[in-house]
C-alpha cells in the first residue's frame, strides 16, 4: 500500500530534550516536506526536500534541523525543544516539487513540549 | 509574499451544490492549483488539482479562469461527510526557488 508513515503519532517530552520525528515513503518521491498546524493557522512549511541531498527552508525552519540522505525518509529533528514548538506535525511526499503538487500525508505526529 | 484567499468558514445543507473560492494573485506560470481536504487529526487529503479551465473528477470539480488568478472548487450533491476543512494551493515563485504556499482553509459545515 502506498503511504506516508510518521513515528511517533504521540510525543510528550520536555524542554530541551533532543527529539527526531521518523517520516517514510514507500512510493519512490523525490519531493518531502514537512509541516506543522497549529489552530488557526492552517499548515506552514517547515522545511522541504526536493531530492536526495537536497533540502531547503519553508516558512518556518527555526528550532528545526532535516536531512535526506534516501529517498525515502526525512526526519525531522528538534535538536532542543521549547513549548512554542508544541503541535501537530505533518510530513508529506509527492512525485515532483514544481508544477504539480498533488502531496501525501502522514498521519501526524502531535508533539507536546512542556 | 503573495497568499491565497479563501473566505472562513461556510455553510450549507445535504443535496446542495458547494462552491469554494480561492484567489491566488501571484500564481507561477507553470504552477498547478490543488485542493484538498482535511478531517480533524488526519492529514489533508488530495481532491483536485488544475491548470486552467475546467477539470472534473468523481468527486469534485475545478473552475479556473483564464487569468488564473482565482479558483472555485465545486463540491456537487454535498453531504454530512464532506464536513472539513478545504484548503486551496499554488505554487509561489521566491528568487529562484519554488515555495508551496497555504490557504487559511475555509472551514465547511453541511447541515442535514
Known amino acids: 500500500e502506498a503511504q506516508v508513515t510518521q513515528n511517533p503519532r504521540y510525543l510528550i517530552t520536555v524542554t530541551g530534550k533532543k527529539l527526531t520525528v521518523t517520516c517514510s515513503q514507500n512510493m519512490n518521491h523525490e519531493y518531502m516536506s514537512w509541516y506543522r498546524q497549529d489552530p488557526g493557522l492552517g499548515l506552514r512549511q517547515i522545511y522541504y526536500?526536493?531530492?536526495?541531498?537536497?533540502?531547503d527552508k519553508g516558512d518556518v525552519p527555526e528550532g528545526y534541523k532535516v536531512s535526506r540522505k534516501e529517498k525515502r525518509n526525512f526526519p525531522l529533528i528538534l535538536e532542543s525543544p521549547s513549548p512554542n514548538q508544541t503541535s501537530l506535525y505533518f510530513c508529506a511526499s509527492s512525485l515532483q516539487g514544481y508544477g504539480s503538487y498533488e502531496q501525501y500525508f502522514g498521519p501526524g505526529t502531535r508533539l507536546t513540549v512542556t | 509574499l503573495a497568499k491565497t484567499t479563501q473566505p472562513i468558514s461556510m455553510d450549507s445543507y445535504e443535496g446542495q451544490e458547494v462552491n469554494i473560492t480561492c484567489s491566488h494573485n501571484n500564481i507561477a506560470t507553470n504552477d498547478y492549483i490543488t485542493w484538498y481536504q482535511q478531517f480533524p487529526s488526519q492529514g489533508p487529503r488530495f481532491i483536485i488539482q488544475?491548470?486552467?479551465?475546467?477539470v472534473t473528477n468523481e468527486v469534485a470539480s475545478l473552475f479556473i479562469p483564464a487569468d488564473r488568478k482565482s479558483s472555485t472548487l465545486s463540491l456537487p450533491r454535498v453531504s454530512l461527510s464532506d464536513t472539513a476543512v478545504y484548503y486551496c494551493l499554488v505554487g509561489e515563485p521566491m528568487d529562484s526557488n519554488y515555495q508551496l504556499i497555504w490557504g487559511a482553509g475555509t472551514k465547511l459545515i453541511i447541515k442535514p
Open positions: 488544475g491548470y486552467k479551465t475546467k
Open positions: 526536500s526536493m531530492n536526495v541531498e537536497v533540502t
